[in-house]
Nanobody, 123 residues
Framework: QLQLVESGGGLVQPGGSLRLSCAASGLISDYVSIGWFRQAPGKEREGVSCISSSGNRINYADSVKGRFTISRDNAKNTVYLQMNSLKPEDTAVYYC????????????????WGQGTQVTVSS
């Protein structure tokens, strides 16, 4: 079994920054790919970024390229999402998810999910 806990969400002004954390616990935490997803009210859940178990493969949605950076510290079993130059359209509940396999931005490929953390970008 794998447990994921997100933290770091909050309210930030447009142009500001936040860093989300996804802490993983469980026997397979070192072997899973981790993805960040978000869901705004009335919209489908969408992939934001993902990183392989070793950290050497990374992918981003076009909407966040150049603004968001994903990284992982396997010694701490934690994956981070640094979000810069935030826009109101980035407002959503952000989830991290995990699965054993290659990186995908498709949420249907992921088996384990955290509870989510709210990010609100507003002046």
């Amino acid at each position: 079994q794998l447990q994921l806990v997100e933290s770091g969400g909050g309210l930030v002004q447009p142009g500001g920054s936040l860093r989300l954390s996804c802490a993983a616990s469980g026997l397979i935490s070192d072997y899973v790919s981790i993805g960040w997803f978000r869901q705004a009210p009335g919209k489908e859940r969408e992939g934001v970024s993902c990183i392989s178990s070793s950290g050497n493969r990374i992918n981003y949605a076009d909407s966040v390229k150049g603004r968001f950076t994903i990284s992982r510290d396997n010694a701490k079993n934690t994956v981070y999402l640094q979000m810069n130059s935030l826009k109101p359209e980035d407002t959503a509940v952000y989830y991290c998810a995990a699965h054993l396999g290659p990186i995908f931005l498709d949420p249907d490929e992921y088996d384990y999910w955290g509870q989510g953390t709210q990010v609100t970008v507003s002046s």
